[in-house]
């Protein structure tokens, strides 16, 4: 493990402190990623403590006298390089350009640009309601952010209650362009778009909170958000909240279809686009639209009785994995099948199978009596890739669900605390704002934690102690440096 680390070392020519490294008073190498290093803080020191006979003894904690004279003190000094980098991507310009619209007039204490930027300084150091900028309000640097005064929270709620459709669409356009914005330039050859939705129970009265399908809590009131991602980056690229017994279907087209069309703006027209979808993409309108825009799609086919008898009359299978007493443990066909519907709005979609006597996850359908085999069916538009990439294809899809769970325990998409639902929709959106932009500002300026989850980034750049003080017409924050790995 230690030659593996030194060698990669060498052939990157940086220092890659507390990641299956030798510890330097330790004579056995460590085999855990430690991230202490990250925020300066010591290895452990167990060997070199038990070769000396000491045994670590915690201190009487009533013994240390309390100071609380201090009142400079802040523990999200990272909000800084985060405000100022949103800055200079002229986040706040757009905000003022798109919603300032919203509160007019000379008696303006708080403007809509400067609650909104606030909003997103919360979601970004943890707080995931409104309520939870009262905690932040004693905090000296971000009242200094808010411009000097952290207005109540009924005066947020108020804010957010502003929002119309209108501007919950323009909201909506400026969270897809920072996530855009990562994909733009990077000059791939190929994308993976995930679309998928999400059942967020809630505990209220809210508006637009309906009973719907919820495999969790039956019966309990719900929102059924829906996003889209692309896989490469993480980068959320869509999103929209629905009422909870909105389901997945035709309605959703227009939506689907204006994110591809973004999207294929960004990556320009030579990229090739992969749209995933689980089962309740199987709709002949939202199959036409791909077409129609020039995508590939992967969608998992709803096991319909017409579809499962062809499936089981199928004879011409092919295997592609065998065991070690060389019998079939996976086999592709591609069935000759065509729904009605399709075959009306001229679409044409290649029916891909897969049975596999390994698979253990998932809605197991067994259709042959005299054969262990569970099936699962593929449907695209894409004629010419092995029946074996596409089902590894749609398989990778399944990274959109820790994106999900990410935004729900780091951003806390599934809270709501407005009775109204446009006001929910906006904080909803300015939450994947949130995530967008801090992705985008780890990308940046911080490369060195791109493949860190949320939870990591914010207590190493985010949730960093410091200290406030004013010298003449100067404001100085004092913190402590990271200690990153050296840039190639």
């Known amino acids: 493990m230690r030659c593996a680390a030194e060698s990669l070392k060498k052939a990157l020519g940086v220092s890659i402190p507390g990641i299956y490294e030798m510890n330097r008073n330790d004579d056995t190498p460590s085999t855990r990623k430690v991230r202490r290093g990250v925020r300066g803080g010591k290895r452990g020191q167990g060997h070199r403590l038990q070769r000396a006979g000491r045994r670590v003894r915690r201190p009487d904690p009533r013994a240390i006298r309390f100071d609380d004279t201090e009142a400079s003190l802040t523990s999200a000094a990272g909000l800084v390089g985060f405000a100022a980098y949103v800055r200079r991507l002229g986040v706040d ?10 509160k007019t007039g000379a008696q303006v204490v708080y403007p809509m640009a400067a609650q909104l930027r606030l909003l997103l300084d919360a979601f970004v150091a943890g707080e995931g309601r409104v309520f939870g900028v009262e905690s932040l309000a004693s905090d000296p640097l971000f009242i200094h952010l808010a411009g000097g005064f952290v207005p109540s929270i009924d005066v947020l709620y108020d804010d957010l209650m502003r929002f119309s459709e209108a501007e919950i669409a323009m909201l909506e356009e400026l969270v ?8 733009r330039g990077k000059g791939l050859a ?14 209220g009265a809210q508006e637009g ?17 829906l996003l889209a991602r692309v896989a490469e980056l993480d980068a959320v690229i869509g999103a929209r909240l629905r009422p909870g017994d909105t389901s997945f279907g035709e309605a959703d087209v227009p939506t689907i279809r204006a994110w591809l069309e973004r999207l294929r703006a960004a990556v320009g027209p ?17 199959f036409c639209a791909f077409d129609e825009l020039g995508v590939l799609f992967v969608v998992k086919g709803r096991q319909t009785p017409d579809l499962v008898g062809a499936l089981a009359a199928w004879k011409a299978w092919r295997t592609v994995d065998i065991d070690a007493d060389e019998r079939a443990t996976r086999q592709v066909a591609t069935v000759v099948f065509g729904r009605g519907e399709w075959r009306e709005q001229g679409v044409s979609v290649r029916v891909v199978a897969v049975r596999s006597r390994e698979r253990d996850t998932g809605k197991q359908v067994y259709l042959w009596p005299d054969l262990d085999f569970s099936v699962q069916v593929y449907l695209t538009n894409d004629w010419h890739a092995h029946e074996d990439e596409l089902a590894h294809t749609y398989d990778a899809r399944a990274g959109i669900e820790p994106l999900i769970a990410e935004l729900k325990g780091g951003f806390a998409i599934g809270k709501y605390s407005s009775a109204s639902f446009d006001a929910n929709h906006a904080a909803f959106l300015l939450k994947l704002l949130a995530y967008n932009l801090l992705r985008r500002y780890v990308e940046d300026d911080v490369p060195e934690l791109t493949s860190w989850r949320v939870a990591w980034i914010r207590r190493v750049v985010v949730l960093r102690p410091g200290r406030i003080t004013r010298s003449g017409r100067s404001t100085i924050l004092r913190t402590r440096p990271l200690s990153l790995p050296m840039r190639c």
């Open 209 to 225: 909170a309906m009973v719907g399908p919820n495999p969790r809590h039956r019966g309990r009131p719900s929102y059924h958000p």
């Open 93 to 102: 310009r757009a905000l003022r350009e798109r919603f300032a619209h919203l």
């Open 270 to 286: 030579d990229c090739v686009i992969v749209v995933r979808v689980d089962a309740a993409g199987d709709c002949t309108a939202l």
């Open 176 to 183: 897809a362009e920072h996530g855009l914005a990562r994909v």
């Open 190 to 203: 190929r994308v993976h778009v995930d679309i998928d939705s999400t059942v967020t129970e809630i505990y």
